[in-house]
């Protein structure tokens, strides 16, 4: 019996840049806390000091954490990012919405085009912000500078160093979102040293061995994936960097994925291309998942078998 070839499908985080959505997207969605019970000689008991988090619009549990867990919801962020960024007059900023494990995991990408750059003549980047927040521990409430690029729609976020933000907290007792107002153009004001590094890049040839040195921290798949696409003997190090950012935005087969590996390269970029004066050792390591106190505070959900990312659309 003939089958057909099967068919790798890939996602692209800046499909749905130019949307201006803030109501309805797959992160706006009731979500409340409720008590635990497990049953017990035939009667319901409750389990002490946990919670489920449930959403309400379809009453599916999505996490269980412990109840010192202080619950933000996804839309109150996005608020809290609306409502500073109104005042700034930035003109239109498109952005994107991304959730996974049915909505737990919420990350927003802000793109800022009127804040645009040029590294070099006919390449332009421009500012982005990603605001991430989980219901399951998998990360704490973050926002972070990052930059697009216009010539081949590259994200480039996360990751520590240039791209590291200032809003950081975990879910616990008051989360004070009022800091987000204060702080978001100091974020943005950071995209001067993301401009700098890359016109660094773009003026620095790359060497044999480097390539392989920054990608490192990736996987050997991805790895071998980034290098074999290089059309130029020898290009620049900002060349092959475009080269590794353009394969995870557009190439990878989730979301989830695709900006787990964007972190990667910024990583390994910035460690094994620091500009001069910086420290040797490079950029310092912002990572900032997996982080102790957070963990404490949450019993993350088993994977799904076939799971797939939601987009906005």
């Not at 695709?258 to 990583?267: G, V």
């Not at 420290?279 to 990572?287: F, L, N, Q, R």
Request: some cysteine; glycine content about 8%; aromatic content about 10%.
């Amino acid at each position: 019996m003939d089958t057909e070839p099967r068919i790798r499908r890939t996602v692209d985080l800046t499909s749905h840049l130019n949307q201006t959505i803030e109501r309805g997207h797959p992160a706006d969605f009731p979500i409340v806390l409720r008590p635990l019970f497990y049953t017990s000689n035939g009667s319901y008991e409750a389990v002490p000091k946990r919670l489920a988090v449930v959403r309400e619009d379809n009453g599916k549990p999505i996490s269980v954490v412990s109840d010192r867990y202080t619950l933000v919801p996804h839309q109150h962020i996005l608020d809290a990012v609306e409502g500073a960024l109104k005042p700034l007059d930035l003109g239109p900023v498109p952005r994107g919405v991304y959730v996974d494990r049915e909505g737990a995991r919420m990350r927003a990408i802000f793109k800022f085009p009127a804040l645009a750059q040029p590294v070099s003549q006919g390449d332009d980047i421009c500012p982005c912000l990603k605001i991430q927040n989980t219901y399951d521990g998998t990360s704490r409430i973050a926002i972070h500078i990052g930059a697009f690029r216009f010539v081949c729609t590259n994200l480039a976020v996360g990751g520590g160093g240039v791209f590291a933000g200032g809003f950081m907290s975990v879910h616990e007792g008051d989360i004070p979102l009022g800091e987000i107002a204060e702080q978001v153009s100091a974020y943005l004001a950071g995209f001067e040293k993301i401009v700098t590094m890359y016109r660094y890049w773009a003026d620095r040839w790359l060497v044999q061995g480097e390539l392989a040195k920054a990608l490192e921290g990736t996987s050997n798949w991805h790895a071998s994936r980034i290098k074999e696409s290089f059309q130029k003997q020898k290009p620049t190090v900002y060349e092959a960097y475009n080269t590794a950012t353009y394969y995870a935005t557009h190439e990878m087969r989730s979301y989830r994925t695709a900006f787990d590996l964007l972190e990667r390269i910024n990583r390994g970029f910035q460690k094994q291309f620091p500009q001069p004066g910086e420290s040797e050792e490079g950029a310092p390591d912002y990572a900032d998942t997996a982080l102790a106190k957070t963990s404490a505070e949450i019993v993350p959900a088993a994977p799904e078998a076939g799971e797939e990312l939601q987009e906005m659309g």
